[in-house]
């Protein structure tokens, strides 16, 4: 197994074109050996793919070990703090930021751009959508939204937008009153286990707690498929579901430590990288004029991640520009 890896991460001129066409399992299994792959890689490839784990490619997994690194970074104040600082420095440039307004509908304009229908539809009780008109949109939400909104596109765009396929995530942030594990910030959980998540994270064994006004805190998260029941549970049910297993990280832990506890999900999280995968992508650059498509399903060979959705939006961002001058 230590031979493979190190393939992988020093290789050279790194092959990650012709491991498109393999797959990881078949290709893992017989060059680990059985046992080694069957007690680590497998149970965390089934863990984060559930029932697509053996259509992944080789490509996806070279990728998450020739980038990983012993170094992390976190952003003082969290993610939020990033992106309220990010939107205020947009505004002193001079750009509107509109939240709040979902997007219905995105129609080509006989003269060129697109008229953007805006807001809730009237029988939930919000107000008439609003349209608007734009020279150029780059929309970021998943395929499968990007098919519904924009309908006209042509039918091989959308063919391949609906090859696609993803996993739902599932994260319940819990503070505790003390830590529940001394020293360790990342602990993944083999499926076979039988605990009902997949990962466990102590955030605060890496982040101090001072950050957080003195909690402690746990992430519970999964990948799931966007069906599973959890997408459907209360955050109630699901941190009575999640806190029976805490005693199995750590023996004198009680239900009393939660101070408080927070539900977030997404039925489009991770991208299912299968086979060919590299030939299945979408093109930034729409056919449709104007339009341009960013998501986590198209930074492969890497896997969705901060560092790759500043990479792909630059790129777009560059295209735009580009495009319109």
Known sequence: MGLVLAYLKYHPRPPWRAFDRLLADEWLARRMGETAYGKLWRPMLEGKFGPHFQDVNLAWFWARVYKRTPRLGYYRGGFQAFVDRLGAAARKRGVAIETNAPVRSLTPLPEGGFRIEIGEKAEHGGDPPASRSFDAVLSTVSPGLMQRLAPELPESYLAQLGSLRHMGAVVMTVALDRPLLKDTYWVNVPKAEGLPFLVLVEHTNMVDPSHYGGDHLLYLGDY??????????????????????????????????????????????????????????????????????????????????????????????????????
Do not use: C
């Open 224 to 325: 799931l498929e966007p069906s599973h029941r959890y997408f459907s549970m209360s955050q109630e049910e699901l941190l009575a579901e999640f806190l029976p297993a805490l005693p199995r990280f750590n023996r004198e832990f009680r239900p009393e430590w939660v101070t408080g506890a927070w539900l977030h999900r997404a039925t489009y999280a991770q991208p299912v990288p299968v086979r060919g995968y590299a030939a299945m992508i979408p093109d930034l650059r729409t056919p449709l004029r104007g339009l341009y498509f960013a998501s986590m399903s198209q930074v492969y060979p890497w896997d969705r991640g901060t560092n790759y959705a500043v990479e792909i939006g630059q790129r777009a961002a560059q295209m735009i520009v580009k495009d319109s001058g």
